[in-house]
């Protein structure tokens, strides 16, 4: 099955097209409809210390998947290898494979930029950059080199808007970013991830520095974005979890130890571990 | 007992000695700088203020004039019960009568103190001050006014005009004869390189009777201004003034010789200040005289600001290449920390050293090697293979490198990770990240470093003396022939102004003031530079460190 990476409902197509091919598995537990993104026997050593042990998962695409688990069990070095920030850290060793689309991403001669304009990343502490609310958005376009002013015009609009900020912001788009709340801020960033237009957008604990209100609004927003992109979420907060995802996976001292629908996760586990973490047993 | 104990482990506890302590070693380091200033501001401010003239007659008959520099208890004098003795030092003046300016006189052998209202304080172009009373104007050794008022008067009208043709003398001599010369220098390394390069003699010879007969025009042009130089000089020396100093002898003068006469003793606050403003700004804008001990300091004040400005142009760039290779591409490793290590211990090389690798490394080595390629025909005088402003620049910028490195390695440092991880997780390249993310947001603390480099090299000295600062420069290095920064030149530097001044000139006690106000003025420039950097960074901190993030 082929299909194109940039999304028909977005007006303005980006340089990077790729091809991708089937996604479909349903041999692992959690029959997703079309994976999008393959994970098989992912193992990760920091150094000499094993953080993430034999991961198989798919991950659906256009479908919010949670990581849950309790800290250190390595949700978020999982999700940092989709888009291989655990780069960034010295002596960090991946084995195993993650197709993305069709594409090995863990393919060492693989162009990680590329990678990561495909794969967007919203991190737990919100972080816009100290420059303009349009620059902050128009930034990862320009770096795709998107020059003109109309078009860099047009996708911060249409950024803003998807990501629910922009009637707040329209009137002071040249102000300092910095000068937003706390949840502005993290609209912010998930506007100035969408704007280059990512397939998969993850999402590192997004609300954990947030107040109730600016989460709820957060959440909404996920709801949103589910139709244009995969979403694949962090979040310590199982309610959170059970709200906002359709697939959860729960992790624990680096391995998956269960993965299926949350309705199901929620109320039916199949696995000890995962019902004592639930109920809050233990975590 | 126990109490009492208990109550002093408290206080112990609560932190208040600490806080003492911190507090303590602040302030006294806060007074002592203070001191530093009020002592050399105190010594510097009150050079320019004219004081009066008193005329003391001695027990042993004798008279003198001049100015109060101190009075002090004579060392020892209250021994043996016996009152407490003063002296005073006078400024008596007139180098060329007494041979010296200065004259101790005890207190108990003055019999009388006047202040003369007609005596007169002559600032003169050579030779100091010169204190007296003026008895006859001469024109063509004819007297045209004799004693008071009317020789006062009569000087009062001719020595404006004298001082005006002195400035056309000075102006011929220093901006036109100056051009001829340029252009006679410029024409001769022209022959020399035809004689050099042209292989063809008849050509040759033809194109050295073209330029032989440019400076034959140059030449006659020297002649017609030394003759219009001679007429000026004629007309100034028609008029001479005789003075009669203290104890009666007199003085014969040009009129010129005088920059400024005044009659202290008559003089109201007005014009006393007046007086003092025009020497403040004598002492900004003009050349100095006299071996540097008076007039101004222009050219020193010139060739700091220059010399610590082109290598804050070299210095910044240099460093803040270096640290990014250090902080952001170099794997963090032993190696790494040897390097950082090793810059850190640069900053605590003697300076002289630096002085001295300036000296081997760039003058004779890159600045002879350009000598041969680039100006063979100036060969053996050396036109970079000398100390010159660029050198000196250069080496002061090898000397702060440190200072750079180490501010933009921490600047560099304390870039939130989540502003790195954004811009990578949006696409960018390292060097994109670097470039749109990081580098902007260390430019406060490059600014930093280069405000610490600046204050470092503007108040260096000794590696300057042996790679191009001089004791009085003929010329600046920036001027109005192209291409008119000439860096290959020496230059003057208020830092080697101050102990050329201070220890190296022949009158040093007449030069003392002169010192201090060069330190003061020096202090000032170096705040001033700083400043504007302060005030950029505080621009641009405003604009990165905005909100509550």
């Not at chain 1, 099955?1 to 940039?6: A, G």
């Not at chain 2, 501001?41 to 003391?56: C, E, H, S």
């Not at chain 2, 056309?168 to 022959?191: D, V």
């Amino acid at each position: 099955m082929e299909k194109e990476w940039s999304h028909p409902t977005h007006a303005v197509s980006l340089p990077h097209l790729a091809k991708q091919g089937n996604g479909k598995d349903p041999s692992l537990g959690a029959a997703v409809e079309i994976a999008e993104i393959q994970i098989r026997d992912v193992c990760l050593f920091y150094g000499s210390k094993q953080a993430l042990h034999h991961i198989n998962m798919n991950i659906g695409r256009r479908e919010v998947t949670a990581f849950i688990g309790p800290s250190g069990c390595g949700k978020s070095t999982l999700l940092r290898c989709l888009n291989r920030l655990n780069d960034l850290v010295d002596a960090t060793k991946v084995t195993g494979s993650i197709r993305i689309g069709g594409t090995e991403i863990l393919d060492p001669t693989l162009d990680i930029t590329e990678l990561r304009k495909r794969v967007g990343m919203v991190f737990q502490k919100p972080n816009p950059f100290p420059k303009t609310i349009y620059e902050n958005v128009a930034y990862g376009p320009r770096i795709l080199g998107v020059r003109h002013k109309s078009q860099l015009d047009e996708i911060v609009e249409r950024s803003l808007r998807a990501a629910a900020l922009w009637d707040e912001v329209k009137e002071r788009l040249h102000d300092n970013a910095l000068a937003l709340s706390g949840g502005q801020h993290q609209r912010l960033c998930i506007a100035r991830t969408i704007a280059v237009e990512p397939e998969v957008v993850l999402m590192d604990e997004p609300c954990s520095a947030l107040d109730p209100i600016a989460t709820t609004k957060i959440e909404e927003l996920i709801h949103e974005l589910k139709q244009h992109y995969t979403i694949v979420i962090v979040t310590h907060n199982m309610q959170q979890a059970a709200r906002v995802s359709d697939y959860t996976a729960f992790m624990y001292l680096g391995r998956l130890v269960e993965f299926g629908k949350t309705d199901k996760l929620f109320t039916t586990p199949e696995k000890q571990e995962t019902e004592d973490y639930i109920t809050g047993r233990f975590g | 007992m126990r109490v009492e104990s208990r109550v002093f482990k408290n206080f112990w506890k609560s932190g208040d000695p600490f806080v003492w302590l911190t507090g303590g070693a602040l302030a006294f380091s806060l007074i002592m700088i203070v001191a530093l200033i009020v002592i050399v501001a105190a010594n510097a401010l009150g050079f320019f203020w004219p004081g009066r003239l008193v005329q003391a007659k001695l027990q042993d008959g004798s008279e003198l004039l001049g100015q109060v520099v101190v009075q002090e208890e004579v060392p020892g004098s209250q021994k043996d019960g016996k009152a407490l003795q003063y002296r005073t030092e006078f400024q008596i003046a007139n180098r060329d009568i007494y041979g010296a300016d200065f004259r101790w006189v005890d207190d108990n052998q003055i019999v009388t103190q006047t202040y003369p209202e007609n005596a007169i304080l002559f600032e003169r172009w050579e030779w100091g001050h010169l204190f007296g009373f003026l008895t006859k104007v001469t024109e063509n050794g004819q007297v045209i006014a004799e004693g008071e008022p009317l020789a006062w008067q009569k000087f009062q009208e001719i020595h404006p005009r004298t001082q005006e043709t002195l400035e056309q003398i000075q102006q011929i001599e220093q901006k036109e004869i100056g051009a001829i010369n340029y252009n006679l220098e410029r024409l001769r390394l022209a022959i020399k390189t035809i004689q050099k390069d042209e292989s063809d003699p008849a050509r040759a010879q033809e194109r050295v009777a073209a330029l032989e007969q440019e400076i034959a025009m140059w030449q006659q042009r020297y002649e017609e201004k030394a003759k219009e130089l001679k007429v000026l000089r004629d007309e100034n020396a028609r008029y001479r003034i005789t003075v009669q100093a203290a104890g009666g002898r007199e003085k014969e003068l040009p009129v010129a010789a005088v920059v400024r006469a005044l009659l202290p003793n008559q003089l109201s606050w007005g014009e006393r200040l007046k007086i003092y403003l025009t020497r403040l700004i004598e002492f900004i804008w003009e050349d100095p005289r006299e071996s540097n001990t008076e007039g101004g300091v222009f050219p020193a004040i010139f060739g700091t600001v220059m010399m610590v400005l082109l290598m804050s142009i070299m210095v910044v760039p240099f460093g803040v290449i270096a640290a990014l290779y250090l902080r952001e591409y170099a794997k963090q490793g032993t190696l790494v920390r040897a390097v950082r290590i090793a810059v850190n211990n640069l900053a605590g090389v003697p300076s002289i050293v630096f002085g001295v690798f300036g000296l081997g490394f760039f003058i004779y080595l890159l600045g002879g090697s350009i000598d041969r390629l680039f100006y063979p025909e100036a060969l053996p005088s050396p036109t970079y293979g000398t100390g010159g402003i660029l050198w000196a620049s250069l080496t002061l910028a090898l000397l702060t490198v440190p200072v750079v490195i180490v501010a933009t390695e921490e600047s560099l440092a304390a870039i939130p990770r989540e502003w790195r991880e954004g811009s990578l997780a949006l696409g960018a390249t390292k060097w994109e990240t670097i470039r749109k993310i990081v580098l902007p947001g260390a430019l406060p603390g490059i600014l930093t470093g280069m405000i610490l480099a600046m204050a470092r090299g503007a108040g260096e000295v000794a590696p300057l003396m042996i790679t191009g600062v001089v004791k009085l420069a003929p010329t600046l290095p920036l001027d109005t022939h192209a291409p008119f920064f000439h860096l290959e030149r020496k230059f003057m530097h208020l830092g080697f102004h101050i102990y050329d001044v201070g220890f190296q000139s022949p009158n040093v006690e007449a030069a003392k003031p002169m010192v201090f106000m060069t330190t003061l003025l020096l202090i000032g420039i170096i705040l001033l530079l700083n400043l504007t950097a302060i005030f950029v960074r505080n621009r641009l901190r405003s604009r990165l460190r905005f909100g509550t993030f």
